[in-house]
């Protein structure tokens, strides 16, 4: 195997990326849409907290891109590409099943970060973001790259479990539209959920985008427990998951 080859990989992997058309424009433009639009419409009664209710809605939105492209996007994808064989016929070319994994994973967390930044660039341009604390901007971004990763991995063991693009895809749209709904993304708060479903809200780390970290975004410290909590509950609930499915196929990360 040439040196190039994994350079070659990844710039494949890449390409599909960037041709993954739902991930790009509901994990890149539709934030942008979305966040524009709720700042237009609602911002003139918030008064003397229009800042603050423009830097909630920047930050609530930025799980956009880890649900559209890493969980529905790839999962998708990659349902579709165990459907035709494609990850067979690369393992053919002498890559093994971890490589091509990990060159997905790089290229899918690279464009996350491209649409991270662009939309960032596009809303603070337009909108007086509030200036996080450093605190606020590490624990966000701590949680913003986990979310990604862990959504990555899950979908890439439904991807696996049910092995064709129909089932993946609609499991994964079903899931995507009830974690917004769950987590207050779509015009209602959580908080306003009867006691049974705030308690399912409250396991999924997306509810504390809406919750906790606008809350922590200028200070220098805040209880994160209960987010913290949330993420090693999906850790967990991924790693069974993954475990059922490489079990399943007899294929290794």
């Known amino acids: 195997m040439k040196k190039s080859a ?18 790009i424009a509901f994990g890149g433009i539709f934030p942008i849409f979305l966040t524009i639009l709720f700042i237009a419409a609602f911002s003139p009664n918030a008064g003397e907290y229009k800042d603050k209710f423009a830097t909630q809605l920047f930050l609530v939105n930025t799980t956009m891109a880890p649900l559209a492209l890493m969980f529905v996007g790839f999962g998708a994808m990659m349902a579709q ?34 649409l991270f930044l662009v939309y960032t660039i596009v809303i603070c341009s337009i909108y007086p973001i ?15 790259y986990i979310l990604g990763f862990l959504l990555f991995v899950l ?79 999906l850790a967990a609930v991924t790693g069974i998951i993954l475990f059922i499915s490489l079990n399943k196929n007899k294929k290794t990360l």
């Open 155 to 233: 979908a890439y063991a439904i991807a696996l479990i049910l092995g064709r693009f129909g089932p993946t895809y609609g499991i994964m749209m079903f899931l995507y539209f009830g974690t917004m709904v769950l987590s207050g993304m779509m015009g209602v708060q959580s908080n306003v959920f009867p006691a049974p479903i705030r308690f399912i809200s409250k396991l999924l780390p997306t509810t504390y985008f809406t919750e906790i970290l606008p809350k922590l975004w200028t200070r220098s410290s805040y209880n994160i427990t209960p987010m913290v909590q949330s993420y090693l509950l």
């Open 81 to 114: 590409e165990i459907e035709n064989g494609i990850l067979t016929r690369i393992n053919l070319f002498g890559f093994s099943y971890s490589r091509i994994l990990r060159a997905k994973l790089l290229s899918y967390m690279g464009i996350m970060t491209i």
């Open 6 to 23: 994994p350079k070659h990989l990844f710039i494949y992997e890449l390409r599909n990326c960037v041709g993954n058309i739902y991930g």
């Open 130 to 144: 509030i200036k996080p604390s450093a605190f606020g901007l590490v624990v966000f971004l701590v949680s913003y």
